[in-house]
């Protein structure tokens, strides 16, 4: 590239500025050019062969080295029985880390009761999970607020990027089944949203974006610890009938939910109307 006179190199000493006097650059691709590309394309058989086939088949299907392909025999020595029957599938949701746990834990439990199909219920955890993570999320809230978190800050803004993902491990996993157990996917079977949880996730990030700001304003207005205890509870109370709603799939069933110092028993809801307060029964103790 021909330079001008006076230029400095940019990897020379001596000079702050450098700047480069070339002929202007022609920028596009002349019609000239792409009629020839194209006459040399249809001019060469190879090329016309691998368009025709990058057109009809995926092109990596087309690079496979076939004669590895016709070495590799799958004929194997040892058969493992086959046992957790059915086949269990998360499908559209992020709950591999809830599938793969019951899995493991199901194949003792049906050779010890003899069953030769069996599936503890994935949708039960991941209804508490959400409830959790909601819980978790509000006390989040409400004590970076006290630190004087700002809310366009790193830590506040990764809190509401997405507050209630599918995502898990497992130390989630053995606090949600020593506190809530365990139960057979006939009690709590699958739904729509716990198939496909992306609509309902998206339902719950935006409510508890609005939750996160309300109790932002408490915390700035000096509320006490009662009146964010209490705002978090009304709070965590419509979440959870709003996952009921999605989840039940349309069977009723009972929820429970811990109001100090008694417990609420929710009877008979279901997504095809909502819950009334006569559907709630005041319990002193936990219902079984």
């Known amino acids: 590239m021909p330079l001008s006179p006076g230029h400095r190199h940019p990897n020379r ?27 040399r394309l249809r001019a060469e058989p190879r090329y016309l062969l691998a368009q025709n086939v990058s057109t009809c088949i995926d092109p990596l299907e087309v690079c496979l080295h076939r004669q590895t392909v016709q070495d590799t025999v799958h004929v194997f020595q040892h ?21 793969s746990c019951l899995n493991v834990m ?24 959400k409830v959790e993570r909601c819980y978790y999320f509000l006390q989040a809230c409400v004590e970076t607020a006290q630190r004087k978190e700002p809310v366009d800050g790193r830590l506040v803004q990764f809190l509401l990027s997405n507050p209630t993902n599918d995502g898990g491990q497992w130390d989630m996993l053995v606090n949600l089944i020593e506190k809530y157990g365990v139960i057979p996917k006939k009690s709590f079977p699958e739904s729509h949203s716990s198939e496909a949880s992306r609509r309902m996730n998206d339902i719950l990030n935006h409510k508890l974006r609005e939750y996160c700001l309300r109790l932002r304003n408490m ?10 205890s209490e705002a978090m509870d009304t709070m965590i109370e419509e979440v959870r009938l709003d996952e009921s709603e999605h989840k039940c799939g349309g069977i009723r069933r009972i929820f429970y939910r811990r109001k100090r110092p008694k417990w609420f028993v929710l009877r008979n809801t279901a997504p095809s109307r909502p819950v009334a307060m006569e559907d709630a029964v005041m319990s002193e103790e936990r219902p079984t």
């Not at 000493?13 to 792409?34: I, N």
């Not at 194949?107 to 999970?129: A, G, R, T």
């Not at 915390?219 to 964010?228: G, I």
């Open 13 to 39: 000493r001596g000079g702050a500025a450098h700047a480069f006097t070339t002929r202007p650059f022609r920028a596009g691709l002349s019609q000239e050019k792409a009629s020839s590309f194209l006459k």
């Open 79 to 99: 058969t493992i029985p086959t046992e957790g029957k059915p086949v269990t599938n998360q499908k559209n949701s992020g709950r591999c880390w809830i599938f």
């Open 106 to 129: 199901r194949l003792p439990f049906m050779k010890k009761h003899n069953i030769e199909e069996f599936e503890f219920s994935q949708s039960y955890l991941f209804f508490w999970d």
């Open 219 to 228: 915390v700035a207005s000096d509320a006490t610890k009662d009146e964010l």
